[in-house]
């Protein structure tokens, strides 16, 4: 910064005024500019959150912005009593296709980047067009297929279904990541005499966590907060996730606010955990990714 | 029991047709250290990478201890690499690195530990083998590299140009170290290195390649001796070997060789042996080695000039000055001879060439006075201005 001990005295008291009057007039106004963009987003977690603390009889709309006269955590209850299972069915989803996804993007990273084979460039365009096909365009397909297939209804076919529809996106995160480790490691390992799969096991897979993370949590949260494929492809309501259940909490005369946003905030907290817990790394892996390849 | 290398017609050619390396022929013997030297871009790293097994070989054979190589996977050809940057695995102890590919070979653990201790008390890095790659210093990466490569105890090592990412003083150091681990151990070697000087110290042979064509392969004295061609003279020596358009005449009997209006005898044995009576009146490129120049204190001279540049090194004193004559093709030396600026390359003149000459340390001179060498004419140079063979 400022570099005023060989300035002389004169003249480097005015320059390091003005400098400090402009630091501290500027931050204030950034300070208030992001504080109102602030305020405009998390408005609306505010009225989710008092409205979840609030009896049924306070739940008028035309209220929702006062604080609950009554605080009570009957609604998170209710809340919890009607979810519960389909929060299981929701970990019993998401857990083992984002293990899936994250196996499968980082065997096809390894492959298209660093085992490359001839046409490697060619398939993985072939990869990405996969994830501009919107899941609308293939509900009816997907379905007349996994029944033709006798595919196991339930669980494991939405595992199915997201696993294969995580191709894209995962081998594209691993692809570019491991584009950063240099070709020369690969080629140590292949003087020590590891073929591919060792140099996959034993060179590439240790040095593979920072994938691994943004893989997972975008795998995670986009399988979690799912909902289309979970409608059309389960159809027992016993093994419905969360996502569904959440959307069947609306009453169908009254809508029962305080009950729908502590379930809202129940169904989301479990991403909103995993992010909070391996965000760094998201943020880190990302730039992995970005710098090269 | 050491390995012999035979590369015969070795050819690198890519899609696109361009050939990288073209009709490589050398035979490296039973632990002979053999050094690749040419300028970047010369296609030594890609014959090593074809020894290796890591690029395809085009066309030509490859033997290594007598069975042909060219279509052996590189896992069952049984050398071991050096890389450049080292290429060590990060996730791995120093242990780990050295020990790794006798895991794979599923060498028992015990002998493991034992192979690896031995080889880092070779090395002297017992004190680092828990520590990973990011904890240790240039020069210890580079000994834990050379580490994975002699505990295999391979039949042939590649190195590639492993000391280029060390400070000058340890690649000295290191240079020291690896010939004579190499020594030691007894295996035969191919170093590949744009350093001219690690070439001519650490080679038992030195093959210089231009442009992926082999220009000499020879020993170090013998190449910078009697460089084969125009390349080879100014490639090697630092610096480099001053070069000169010049004619030949006769005189007093004998012959002599002009610089422009300066003229310097040509001792007789040495113009028999080059046959310098076909080159009478006609141009050839004479060179003239920068030691073999010598500043003359009595005032004596032979080749003489305004001084353009100095350079103090301690131990001598380079003096640059332009003498009256074309450069071997109106370039400076090293421009004209490699197409890239070397480090030491002469300021060109305006006209004529710039010769470098070795003066005692701390003769008074300065830039604009006119100097005096004394040439040992013994150890000129010609060579055929067409073809830039040595005559």
């Not at chain 1, 977690?45 to 008028?60: A, N, Q």
């Not at chain 1, 140099?199 to 593979?208: G, H, K, N």
Request: proline share 6%.
């Amino acid at each position: 910064m400022s570099t005023t001990t060989a300035a002389p005295p004169a003249v480097a008291p005015i320059d390091e005024r003005t400098r400090r009057r402009r630091r501290v007039s500027a931050t204030p106004l950034k300070y208030i500019v992001l504080l109102g963009f602030a305020v405009i987003v998390l408005t609306p977690v505010y009225v989710l959150l008092v409205t979840s603390v609030k009896g049924f009889s306070e739940i008028d709309p035309s209220h929702a912005w006062s604080l609950p006269q009554v605080f009570t955590i009957d609604a998170w209850h209710q809340a919890w009593t009607q979810l519960s299972p389909s929060l299981k069915n929701s970990f019993k989803l998401a857990i083992p296709a984002t293990i899936l996804s994250c196996i499968l993007g980082s065997l096809n990273g390894f492959v298209l980047s660093k085992w490359r084979f001839p046409g490697a460039d060619f398939v993985f365009a072939f990869f990405l067009f996969g994830m501009f096909i919107p899941y609308q365009a293939v509900m009816i397909p997907l379905t007349l297929l996994l029944d033709d297939i006798h595919f196991p209804a339930g669980i494991p076919r939405l595992v199915f279904a997201h696993v294969v529809y995580g191709i894209p996106i995962t081998a594209l995160i691993f692809r570019n990541y491991y584009s950063t480790i240099p070709n020369d490691l690969m080629e140590a390992a292949r003087m020590d005499r590891a073929g591919m799969l060792r140099t996959y096991w034993y060179v590439i897979l240790p040095l593979s966590a920072p994938a691994f993370v943004v893989a997972a949590i975008w795998q995670f949260t986009s399988i979690w907060n799912d909902f289309l494929f979970a409608v059309f492809l389960i159809t027992d309501p016993s093994k419905w996730p969360v996502t569904v259940a959440l959307n069947n909490t609306a009453g169908s005369l009254v809508t029962p606010f305080n009950l729908q946003m502590s379930a809202a905030l129940l169904a989301s907290l479990p991403t909103l955990i995993v992010y909070i817990l391996a965000g760094r790394y998201f943020m880190r892996g990302l730039m992995a990714g970005a710098l090269k390849g | 029991m050491a390995t012999e290398i035979v590369v015969k017609d070795l050819t690198k050619r890519y899609p696109n047709g361009f050939e990288a390396v073209k009709q490589l022929s050398l035979e490296i013997g039973e632990a002979e250290l053999l050094v690749l030297v040419g300028p970047s871009g010369c296609g030594k790293t890609t014959a090593l990478r074809m020894i290796a097994g890591l690029e395809d070989i085009s066309s030509g054979d490859l033997y290594i201890g007598g069975k042909r190589m060219n279509d052996v996977p590189e896992k069952d050809r049984d050398i071991a690499m050096v890389f450049q940057n080292y290429a060590l695995y990060p996730h791995m102890t120093v242990a780990q690195n050295i020990g790794f590919s006798l895991k794979l070979a599923k060498t028992p653990k015990k002998e493991i530990k034992e192979r690896v201790r031995r080889t880092a008390e070779l090395l002297a890095i017992e004190q680092l083998l828990d520590r990973r790659p990011k904890q240790l210093s240039g020069g210890q990466r580079q000994r834990v590299a050379m580490g994975r490569a002699v505990i295999r105890e391979p039949q042939v090592f590649l190195m590639d140009e492993p000391l280029s990412n060390l400070d000058a003083q340890l690649r000295v150091h290191m240079r020291g170290e690896i010939e004579a681990l190499q020594k030691r151990l007894g295996v035969t070697t191919v170093y590949v290195t744009h350093d001219q000087v690690e070439a001519m110290t650490m080679g038992d042979r030195v093959a210089v390649l231009r442009d992926g064509v082999l220009q000499q392969v020879d020993s170090p004295t013998q190449i910078y001796d009697r460089p084969a061609n125009l390349f080879v003279a100014g490639f090697m020596g630092s610096p480099p070997m001053n070069l000169a358009q010049a004619t030949i005449d006769r005189q007093d009997g004998g012959f002599s060789v002009g610089f422009g209006e300066q003229r310097v005898a040509v001792p007789s044995e040495l113009a028999q042996e080059r046959r310098l009576e076909q080159w009478v009146g006609k141009p050839v490129i004479a060179g003239i080695r920068p030691e073999d120049l010598e500043g003359s204190a009595d005032g004596g001279s032979e080749l003489g000039g305004e001084v353009v540049r100095i350079e103090e090194l301690g131990a001598e004193l380079l003096v640059y000055f332009a003498v009256d004559a074309p450069g071997p093709k109106g370039q400076p030396v090293a421009a004209a001879v490699t197409g890239e600026e070397l480090e030491h390359a002469p300021v060109t003149g305006a006209t004529g060439s710039i010769f470098c000459a070795t003066f005692e340390p701390r003769t008074q001179v300065k830039i604009g006075d006119r100097v005096e060498t004394r040439v040992d004419a013994r150890r000129l140079h010609f060579f055929d201005p067409e073809t830039d063979e040595a005559l």
